[in-house]
């Protein structure tokens, strides 16, 4: 993609203060141009919504061997859907830019994360949720000598025990789909007709649950299942 420099319209040449610093002449532009008033914000908001429409084609793009069935003309539609929620949350949220790094890395952050979101929800769009347990044979087997392996075993019949007895229904279909078969979290939660945040405290409170049944049993969670959990 070609690499143009968004100009701005400078409304004011003094420097507002986010977070306690001076903004850069280029961060003041945008924000004082974003709050301003008719045909200034309007042409502010176009050059933004431009930015976020490049952000977002270059993640799709970086992301389309994931949706390699989809054709261009999908994958530009699903860029520009990421740039108009990216617009729409810059815009909520402009008054938590800190001042940290520039306005429009900051803004360009939104984009990436939207296009991400378009693309794996776009990949699993057809796809079945697993719900169930379907990989337990995949997270133990890994050549162990014998003793290691009988131990895996034995840590993994108390995990599916204690998934099974210790989890409410939702925790344990939160669990497994993230932990176990690897659905990603934004499409669990659209699937689920609930947020990401609340999806994330639903994993906390289960794995925690499974510590304490597992530690109960003498088989604490090793760390490494437990930052898998977390992934």
């Not at 949350?89 to 378009?118: C, H, I, M, P």
């Not at 007709?193 to 925690?208: F, I, P």
Request: proline share 6%; net charge neutral.
């Amino acid at each position: 993609m070609p690499g143009t420099v968004c100009e701005v319209p400078l409304v004011d040449p003094e420097s507002p203060v986010a977070g306690g610093r001076a903004l850069d002449a280029e961060s003041s532009a945008w924000l004082r141009s974003l709050d301003a008033d008719g045909p200034v914000r309007d042409e502010a908001v176009a050059r933004l919504h431009a930015l976020l429409l490049r952000a977002a084609h270059f993640e799709v793009v970086r992301r389309r061997t994931a949706v390699a069935y989809v054709r261009g003309e999908e994958l530009e539609d699903l860029a520009m859907q990421a740039a108009d929620d990216a617009l729409v949350a810059v815009l909520a949220k402009r008054d938590q830019f800190r001042g940290e790094s520039r306005f429009t890395t900051w803004a360009y952050k939104f984009a990436l994360l939207e296009a991400s979101v378009k693309v794996r929800r776009r990949a699993w769009q057809h796809r079945e949720v697993p719900l169930e347990p379907e990989a337990w044979a995949l997270v133990p087997d890994r050549a162990l000598a014998p003793e290691a392996a009988a131990e895996g075993n034995e840590l993994i019949a108390a995990v599916q025990d204690a998934i099974a007895t210790k989890l409410t229904p939702h925790q344990r279909t939160v669990l497994v789909a993230l932990a176990i078969n690897g659905v990603p979290i934004d499409v669990l939660s659209e699937r689920l007709g609930t947020t990401r945040g609340a999806l994330y405290k639903t994993l906390h409170d289960a794995r925690r649950k499974l510590r304490a049944a597992l530690a109960a049993d003498g088989l604490p969670i090793r760390p490494q299942l437990s930052s898998e959990a977390s992934s």
